[in-house]
């Protein structure tokens, strides 16, 4: 039997006599877009952060593909970390490099590649996710808030990750740039049949992205299901997140 791409057991988190997490867990099988949701201050970038390997848990066990995050030397968990990519909230571009630059850092990390072979894979990236040659040469200040996201997506692609973690991907964008990205996501976790967890608040994201959801709630992993799954469950957070005429409204158009 495959093991989970992510497993994570009885995991408690405390930064000073606050506990944001206790006996959390959470699994996420190949193949699964999960959509991580909860108020503000209920600890998903926190959550994201230690799945990443950012942030240790104060208790609790962390396993990426089967193996431990933590532990096994720093040439054992770098290779695991390559396995995955991630998109921060605001794209997190280095605003020295430009859009070449920022895309091509990790292959230039890693050490195995030469610049004709870096410069290949930077420009397939850039195609990808449906940018212009002409845009590699653009500074992350000359960027429209859809093109840093979508920067941010190729170089979260450059080592052909296995799981990708997004961060309020669509947080900032206008409504029509928000539904191009997520149907560029769509088409590229169909294409390279990636796993995927998203941190959002946004139903429109969430429900186009045809997601199964995790509810983030008295700091721990309170539902995992699909949308008409989480909506049976009554809670006070799931009935104002879910169940407001809003809510109805975006779910409606999808």
């Known amino acids: 039997m495959t093991a989970p791409v992510i497993d994570i057991r009885d995991l408690s988190t405390r930064f000073g006599e606050v506990w944001i997490h206790r006996h959390l867990n959470l699994q996420v099988e190949q193949g699964d877009v999960v959509a991580l949701v909860g108020g503000s201050g209920s600890g998903k970038t926190t959550l994201l952060r230690q799945i990443i390997g950012l942030l240790h848990p104060t208790l609790g066990d962390i396993r990426l593909f089967g193996e431990p995050l933590f532990g096994g030397g720093v040439h054992r968990e770098q290779a695991l970390r390559r396995r995955f990519g991630v998109l921060f909230q605001h794209g997190a571009l280095f605003s020295a490099f430009n859009v070449f630059d920022n895309v091509a850092f990790p292959l230039r990390e890693l050490g195995c590649f030469d610049e004709a072979m870096i410069h290949d894979l930077v420009m397939l990236k850039l195609s990808m996710v449906e940018l ?50 997520v149907r560029l996501v769509r088409q590229l976790d169909k294409e390279l049949g990636l796993t995927v967890v998203l941190v959002t608040h946004d139903l429109d994201t969430l429900a186009a992205l045809e997601s199964r959801v995790a509810v983030l709630a008295e700091q721990h992993i309170l539902a995992l299901g699909s949308i008409e799954e989480i909506m049976a469950v009554d809670h006070p957070f799931i009935r104002n997140f879910f169940l407001s005429d809003r809510s109805r409204r975006a779910l409606e158009t999808h």
């Open 132 to 181: 212009l040659p002409r845009h590699a040469r653009l500074m992350p200040a000359e960027l429209s808030g859809g093109m840093v996201k979508r920067v941010a997506l190729a170089r979260a692609l450059a080592l052909e990750p296995e799981l990708l973690l997004l961060d309020e991907p669509t947080a900032g964008l206008d409504p029509d740039r928000s539904d191009s990205f």
